[in-house]
């Protein structure tokens, strides 16, 4: 008998071992560890023995028994854990293409918005800012534009009472910083401005500008010149020129206006720039002495310049966009070119 047993421990391991799937192996442990199994038959078969062979043939039972369950246990374990890869696999595909999520990104007018005032800051300017609710003096007053002046026929202003506005542009900014520190200075002020226009391509009632200001002993239009020139190549490339028109503001004299030759036809003409080749992106000047006597600055000493430009009207010229009122209309097939 004890051959048997032997030799059916030998069968046993190497069904096991050679079992793939649970339901194969369950079949296994039936055939030789369940109750009616082959090592259960071969315990009950011991009261055949002689008294002398009992416990020899128990002893060796019992062992056979102990390294089948073990082969068991080894074998239950190999099929588990290539099951637990199989589940892996089919319930995930690291082939797959992901999903796409709908992120939204800043808005064409406020990256333009973040280029200039990167340019500027490189050149060291501080940026500045100021309420959009403001009074007539800093709007106005303050800037060399007196209640009867005509000048002020060009601003269509929203009035809330007499004294109060929503400003029209960012030059108050210039006032209020004057006020409060002594030169030099040199600082851009960001923000919306408000007309009382009615939107069509080139106009809006709301917009955003960023006004510049310079103040020091011996500052010159050469200086404006050098400042803004470095900051329409950084705009719009190394290739485009600038120019400079007389114009007339009258917080500024001389004040001028600043062209960039048209990016589409080279300078050539073309219906985007008229057929004059250049296209108007801003307006500047030396600071007039009159506002300098406002803010208590000593005209005789210093001099300084200033610029403000429309960032919709830089947007449009930086990516072709011929009507303003886009920027406004939320519309995700235009936002998305961004
Ligand atoms: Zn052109």
Request: hydrophobic share 40%.
């Amino acid at each position: 008998m004890i051959e048997e047993v032997a030799e059916a421990k030998q069968q046993a391991v190497k069904e096991f071992a050679s079992a793939s799937c649970a339901e194969e192996l369950e079949r296994f442990r039936i055939k030789y560890l369940g109750k009616r199994g082959l090592l259960a038959m071969f315990l009950k078969s011991i009261g055949k023995l002689s008294t002398e062979e009992r416990p020899g043939a128990g002893k060796v039972i019992n062992d056979a028994k102990v390294s089948v369950q073990q082969a068991f246990d080894e074998a239950k374990e190999r099929i588990a854990v290539a099951n637990q890869g199989e589940v892996a696999a089919s319930s995930f595909d690291w082939t797959l293409p992901s999903y796409s999520f709908a992120r939204g990104h800043l808005h064409p007018c406020t990256q333009v918005m973040d280029d200039v005032i990167d340019i500027f800051v490189e050149m060291g300017f501080k940026v500045e800012t100021g309420p959009e609710v403001e009074l007539d003096y800093y709007n106005f007053g303050a800037l060399n534009t007196p209640k009867e002046h005509p000048a002020r026929d060009l601003h269509d202003t929203f009035y809330i009472s007499d004294d109060v506005l929503l400003r029209t542009h960012t030059s108050p900014v210039q006032i209020r910083v004057m006020e409060s520190v002594k030169p030099p200075v040199q600082v851009i002020s960001p923000g919306v401005a408000y007309r009382r226009d009615a939107a069509d391509p080139t106009h809006l009632p709301m917009f955003t500008q960023v006004e510049g200001l310079m103040v020091d002993e011996g500052v010159t239009f050469s200086n404006l010149k050098a400042v803004l020139g470095e900051f329409a190549r950084q705009m719009f490339g190394e290739e485009r020129k600038t120019r400079f028109r007389p114009h007339y503001f009258p917080f500024t004299e001389p004040s001028a206006e600043m062209d960039i030759s048209c990016g589409i036809c080279s300078g050539k003409g073309c219906r985007s720039c008229k057929g004059t080749g250049w296209l108007e992106i801003l307006g500047c000047g030396m600071v007039h002495p009159n506002v300098f006597d406002n803010v208590g600055y000593n005209r005789e000493k210093y001099t300084g310049f200033a610029f403000g430009m429309g960032i919709e009207r830089i947007a449009m010229l930086k990516y072709g966009i011929d009507d303003i009122r886009l920027f406004v209309e939320n519309d995700l097939r235009f936002l998305k070119q961004f």
